[in-house]
C-alpha cells in the first residue's frame, strides 16, 4: 500500500511515490500509469520483498534501513546506441552523492555498481524500451545500503555509508541529492555535453589507475582499464598493451579477500 505521495519539486512534469513496502520499485514504477503525464516518476520504498540486482541476483535490505528507489523518465532524445550515458549519469550522482558523506574512496566499479575501496556499497538496475534508433523508456532502479550493519546474504563484500562514517544517515536527504545531481547530468546530455558525462565516469573509475587482476573465463590475467565506449564496453589492456574488449558480466573484477 502506498503510504505517501510527494511532490520533490514544485515541478507539474515530476513525482515521487513513496511506499512502505513493495515487491519491487522497479517493476512497480512499470506499471504505474501517473494521472497527467509526467517527464520522471521516483518511486521508493521502505523495503522491497524481491529486489533485483543486474543479471538476475537479488539485492539484499533490511526494511527502513537503506534507500530503495526506481526513477522513469522517458530519454527519447537519446540514441539507443549511446544509451549507456544514462547509466552513467546516475553512477556519477550517486558516486558524487556518498562522496560527500564517505570522503575518500568512493567509485564506480564498471558499469555502474558504487564501491567504497574494495566494498560494495550500491547497485542499480537499468531497464529501457527502444524505439526506433532512440529511447523511449528508461527505468533505473538503484539500492545504497545507508544504515544497515549486518549482511546475511552471501553477497561477498557489502559496506554501509553508516559502516564507512560510524554514524546513521537519513535517506531522504541523500535521495534528494542523487535526484538533482541526476537531473544536472541530464541536462548535460540534453545540450550536446555527453563527452563530459563520459569524462567524469572515467574519472570516477574504481581502478582507473594502474595494473589489476582480472578473469576471463578460465584465464587470470593482469591489465589496466584503456577505456569505456559509448555502448558501455569495457576496454582493458595487458602489460604487452594488447586489448581486450567487453560486455557486462564477461570478465570478473579479482579483489583480493573477496569470493565472487
Known amino acids: 500500500m502506498m503510504n505517501a505521495l510527494y511532490i520533490l519539486d514544485d515541478s507539474p512534469w515530476f513525482e515521487w511515490i513513496r511506499l512502505q513496502a513493495t515487491e519491487s520499485t522497479n517493476k512497480f514504477v512499470k506499471h504505474y500509469r501517473p494521472v497527467s503525464p509526467k517527464d520522471m516518476v521516483l518511486v521508493s520504498a521502505d523495503f522491497q520483498t524481491a529486489g533485483r540486482g543486474q543479471a538476475g541476483n537479488s539485492w539484499e535490505s533490511e526494511e527502513g534501513q537503506n534507500l530503495l528507489f526506481s526513477l522513469l523518465l522517458h530519454p527519447r532524445d537519446v540514441a539507443a546506441d549511446r544509451q549507456f550515458v544514462l547509466s552513467q549519469a546516475m553512477a556519477l550522482a550517486v558516486c558524487e552523492t556518498l562522496s560527500g558523506y564517505a570522503g575518500e ?43 544497515q550493519t549486518d549482511f546475511k546474504s552471501d553477497a561477498p563484500n557489502p559496506v ?38 563520459a569524462q567524469d565516469y572515467r574519472n570516477r573509475l ?53 569470493e565472487s
Open 105 to 147: 574512496g568512493v567509485s564506480i566499479k564498471w558499469p555502474n555498481d558504487i564501491y567504497w575501496n574494495d566494498r560494495k556499497i550500491c547497485g542499480t538496475l537499468i531497464e529501457n524500451t527502444l524505439s526506433g534508433k532512440n529511447i523511449e523508456d528508461c527505468i533505473i532502479g538503484v539500492g545504497v545500503n545507508v544504515n
Open 160 to 197: 554501509s555509508l553508516r559502516q564507512v562514517t560510524g554514524k546513521e544517515h537519513e535517506a531522504v536527504f541523500i535521495l534528494a541529492e542523487i535526484i538533482k545531481r541526476f537531473k544536472d547530468r541530464l541536462q548535460q546530455i540534453r545540450q550536446g555535453d555527453a563527452d563530459a558525462v
Open 206 to 258: 574504481y581502478r582507473r589507475e594502474g595494473f589489476h587482476p582480472y578473469q576471463d573465463g578460465k584465464e587470470v590475467f593482469e591489465a589496466e582499464i584503456r577505456s569505456v565506449e559509448p555502448t558501455g564496453h569495457l576496454v582493458l589492456a595487458g602489460r604487452d598493451g594488447t586489448e581486450r574488449r567487453y560486455a557486462f558480466k564477461e570478465v570478473r573484477f579479482l579483489i583480493p579477500g573477496v
